[in-house]
């Protein structure tokens, strides 16, 4: 069974930094491809960052423009996502999302299109 767990949201101010982790359980980590997608209050799901499972393939949101790094750990079965320059814009739940299937990613927003997703991280952009 899939089991994510997210961790690192916290209320930070325009222009901060954070981290956020992912830790996998209940599945073999690295033949599954990762994904980090955000919800924002009253918005719908928004895809943001894709690594494949080996970690050489790796896909960004445009609105990341550079701020944001996405990478994994196969031998910790931790996933993390690396934010910086953060804007009030970014304000969201994050999620973490595994999709078993190799040398590929998924750039899609359709928790449907997942075979595990995690409960989510909050991150607060405000000044």
């Known amino acids: 069974q899939v089991q994510l767990v997210e961790s690192g949201g916290n209320l930070v101010q325009p222009g901060g930094s954070l981290r956020l982790a992912c830790v996998a359980s209940?599945?073999?980590?690295?033949?599954?491809?990762m994904a980090w997608v955000r919800q924002a209050p009253g918005k719908e799901l928004q895809w943001v960052s894709a690594?494949?499972?080996?970690?050489?393939?790796?896909r960004y949101a445009s609105f990341v423009k550079g701020r944001f790094t996405i990478s994994r750990d196969n031998d910790q079965n931790t996933l993390y996502l690396d934010m910086k320059n953060l804007q009030p814009d970014d304000t969201a739940m994050y999620y973490c999302?595994?999709?078993?299937?190799?040398?590929?990613?998924?750039?899609?927003?359709?928790?449907?299109?997942?075979?595990?997703w995690g409960q989510g991280t909050q991150v607060t952009v405000s000044s």
């Open positions: 999302a595994a999709k078993y299937i190799m040398g590929l990613v998924v750039t899609s927003d359709n928790r449907n299109d997942y075979d595990g």
């Open positions: 690594i494949s499972h080996s970690g050489y393939t790796k």
């Open positions: 209940g599945f073999t980590f690295d033949t599954y491809a």
